[in-house]
């Protein structure tokens, strides 16, 4: 019998789409998105546009864990009240300027693959680990490269707008390490679910991504996913209060070996 709520895909049970703009098609698959190559006024529309539909998802993410976890401490539901304000702003910004450049809600397909997996999880602190303290850390990484390369084309008014949201995601990521931290010390149990957790995110992640040579809806041929080089926004996880040996483990699987002190090595 099919569970209510949840979806099946490539063997992982995960949560199913939130609702969504019938403007929107939603897809699961990397291969199902648009991407495009340089930087044209597609690929810079596309971007926009995957950057505002995200900022959906983890509105809605915080928002069920309102809903879902009721009886968290106060100042954590605070906090995530906050991020549900933050999130809004971020999609009206992100879809104004969509629309100076000339793009519209719709213009490519969209995921909602973050909501999926975070919110198969049954804990509220898997689900910090999962969404702010991985997908938003990850999402921090990038924009803080974004943003040089918007400008580098000459688009200040797109790099302006990332600049102001990638200084309300540092939060967004911070407040999650300390509440982890905080509700670990209170419980050990903690710990195992953030493993589990991120477990999980890891394998979701390998599962679904495109293979070497698959190809987006509109032509483009995906690189082999090992060879990619992630971004590591090293000041700016610092700032989310990642310690040292945190930073170090994200630049060791990033490929930046031989940037960690030798002594982090053993």
């Known amino acids: 019998m099919k569970e209510i709520g949840f979806v099946e895909e490539a ?11 019938e403007a929107f098609k939603v897809v699961r698959r990397d291969k199902e998105m648009a991407e495009y ?3 044209g006024p597609e690929a810079q529309r596309e971007s926009v546009h995957r950057h505002m539909t995200n ?10 864990c309102l809903i879902e976890f009721p009886d968290a401490p106060w100042g954590l539901r605070m ?14 910004a992100l879809h104004r300027r969509l629309e100076e450049m000339g793009g519209y809600k719709g213009e490519v ?8 997996v ?37 688009d200040d008014a797109t790099a302006a707008v990332l600049d102001a949201i990638l200084a309300d995601e540092i939060h967004h990521v911070r407040f999650a390490n300390r509440w982890i931290k905080q509700l670990a010390a209170e419980n050990p149990r903690v710990l195992m679910k953030v493993a589990m957790a991120v477990r999980f995110v890891s394998h979701a992640n390998q599962t679904l991504q495109a293979d070497a040579g698959e190809t987006t809806v509109n032509g483009k041929v995906f690189e082999d996913p090992h060879s990619r080089i992630p971004i590591v926004n090293v000041e700016d996880r610092k ?28």
């Not at 063997?11 to 703009?21: I, S, T």
């Not at 900022?55 to 069920?64: F, G, K, P, V, Y």
């Not at 989310?240 to 031989?258: H, P, T």
């Open 11 to 21: 063997g992982l049970r995960l949560r199913a789409e939130p609702a969504r703009d």
């Open 37 to 39: 190559d340089g930087s």
């Open 55 to 64: 900022e959906i998802t983890s509105l809605d993410i915080a928002a069920q």
């Open 79 to 92: 906090e995530l009240a906050r991020q549900c304000w933050d999130e809004s702003r971020h999609i009206a």
């Open 109 to 116: 397909p969209i995921s909602a693959f973050e909501w999926q």
């Open 118 to 154: 975070t919110c198969a999880l049954d804990d509220l602190a898997g689900r910090l680990a999962s969404q702010n303290r991985t997908f938003e850390a990850g999402a921090m990484d990038v924009v803080g490269g974004n943003i040089r390369e918007w400008r580098a084309i000459g």
């Open 239 to 266: 700032l989310a209060e990642f310690n040292d040996e945190e930073i170090n483990e994200i630049l060791r699987q990033a490929g930046f070996r031989s940037l960690v002190p030798e002594q982090v090595h053993a």
